[in-house]
């Protein structure tokens, strides 16, 4: 086999087209390109520029993520722009896998090559006939060698008549050793925000990666508070062995953040069974991204097969509170003898900006949490199972949004009053009987009818607080 220096690149001692060009474009424009798309068709223009026989790139990537196994790139000429692909964990026993050129690269870690105009039916791929059909004639996978020794690639293909030289596919070997460095922290980049995303969240990851990692880091803002907790949990943690109770936890946090990041939600914690999500409010909230979100969740419905998890930790929660604040069997404050009801759809913005549109992404989420979580309930009635319940307490105003915690272990959460008020919300829902509650200010934001519960003393909070409920029942 042909090889060739990275020195006998560089200088121009090799014959055909030049490689150096490229070479060190990849040390310097091409470095600073940090995204792998981009950067596989600025590729492809440099190779076409300089003459070499390119039809087809494509570079494979593997992954550290709790969805997708890695990513695939993929550029052909008159196609424009490189095309990423996403490819999910399993793919190994997929056929469009088994016996493919990336199983025999997969396995061999070294150069595979496959002349397309002599491939054999009973022998070689359905996606190599694909190529040649498509005027491919020649295909060489050249390996991309990370420095922690993973084992990723360059794939190309031409469409030449005579295919490539054994002196192409040493070129596009050192090609694929030189392009490696810019993958690499690339992943290493990818690596960073999925384990941002994965365990703090979008927006707070994005905080971090932007160096808000002291303690002490942090804004103030104004934001829309979910607090939600499973009913019934503390039953089914003793009653279920703990692979089903991690499956039925798993499946139900799923739904459940599903209907709040359709709506701009960002979950900011799993807490046991509970959940906190913030939606900010003004400049801090994300984009319109509801457009489609009652459909999002009900797909996360449907596919539930009525396996999702039930039952709540915070029972205790809501005893406590009930008690604490004088009500009666029914939930109602001695404050408010017989309960006191009052409907609100003015949609008053309560003194934070762009408290309206947060508010209302919160409760519309809740709206769609609870009229998906009808079908589930229905199926997992048909199949035997416990129906899925939660409380839900929605609150808005200020937050304390950073680092708080240890000097060497920190979190990255909402802190203040609106956090507490939020939670003790939810801890009325069960010695109410209603499955969502929400502040007065919130109340205030929202424009569907809502109802006066009545006056409760909470923990930590000086004065009775007044507390609301929808009119209409979820």
């Known amino acids: 086999m042909t090889t060739v220096s990275l020195d006998d690149a560089l200088t121009g001692r090799l014959e055909g087209w030049p490689l150096a060009p490229v070479l060190i474009w990849l040390l310097t424009e091409g470095r600073q390109i940090p995204k792998p798309g981009p950067l596989l068709t600025a590729l492809a223009e440099q190779l076409e520029q300089v003459g070499a026989p390119v039809w087809r790139l494509r570079s494979g990537l593997r992954l550290i993520h709790p969805q997708m196994f890695g990513i695939s790139v993929i550029w052909q000429r ?51 006939f694909e190529l040649a059909d498509q005027g491919a004639t020649d295909y060489v996978i050249q390996p991309m060698a990370f420095s922690d020794g993973g084992r990723h690639f360059l794939a190309v293909a031409t469409d030449r008549a005579e295919g490539f030289s054994d002196l192409d596919i040493a070129k596009f070997g050192l090609l694929a050793e030189a392009l490696a460095p810019n993958f690499e922290i690339i992943s290493r980049r990818h690596l960073s925000e999925t384990l941002m995303d994965t365990y703090l969240g979008h927006r707070t990851g994005q905080k971090v990666l932007e160096g808000l990692i002291q303690r002490g880091d942090g804004e103030a803002i104004d934001a829309a508070l979910w607090y939600s907790d ?107 003898a017989a309960g006191a009801t009052g409907e609100n759809t003015a949609g008053v913005t309560g003194g934070h900006p762009g408290a309206q549109e947060a508010c209302q992404a919160a409760l519309d989420s809740a709206i769609d949490a609870f009229d998906s979580l009808a079908t589930v309930n229905f199926s997992r009635r048909r199949n035997g199972q416990p129906e899925i319940r939660f409380g839900l307490g929605l609150d808005v105003g200020k937050v304390i949004y950073g680092n708080v915690g240890a000097p060497d272990r920190l979190a990255f959460t909402v802190i203040g009053p609106t956090v507490n008020r939020t939670a003790r919300l939810e801890s009325l829902t069960k010695a109410t009987g209603q499955p969502v509650l929400m502040s007065d200010s919130f109340a205030q934001n929202v424009a569907q009818a809502v109802t006066f519960v009545g006056h409760f003393e909470m923990k930590g909070i000086p004065e009775p607080q007044p507390v609301y409920a929808l009119k209409n029942a979820l």
Not at 86 to 115: C, W
Not at 302 to 307: K, Q, S, T
């Open 78 to 128: 008159g196609r424009g722009p490189a095309e990423v692909l996403r490819t999910r964990h399993g793919v190994f026993q997929s056929d469009a896998y088994i016996g493919s050129p990336i199983q025999a690269f997969n396995e061999s870690l070294k150069t595979v090559r496959y002349r397309l105009d002599r491939l054999d039916k009973a022998r070689d791929h359905l996606v190599l």
């Open 230 to 336: 499973l009913r019934n949990f503390t039953a089914l943690t003793d009653a279920l062995p703990p692979e089903e109770l991690f499956d039925l936890l798993n499946a139900y946090f799923e739904f459940l953040s599903s209907a709040v990041t359709a709506r701009g939600g960002e979950v900011l914690s799993f807490i046991g069974d509970a959940m906190l999500v913030m939606f900010p409010c003004g400049d801090a909230a994300p984009g319109n991204v509801a457009g489609n979100a009652r459909e999002n969740i009900r797909g996360i419905a449907d596919g539930a097969r009525g396996e999702g998890p039930v039952g709540s930790a915070g029972e205790s929660a809501a005893a406590d509170s009930a008690a604490d604040s004088g009500a009666d069997a029914n939930g109602r404050s001695e404050a408010t």
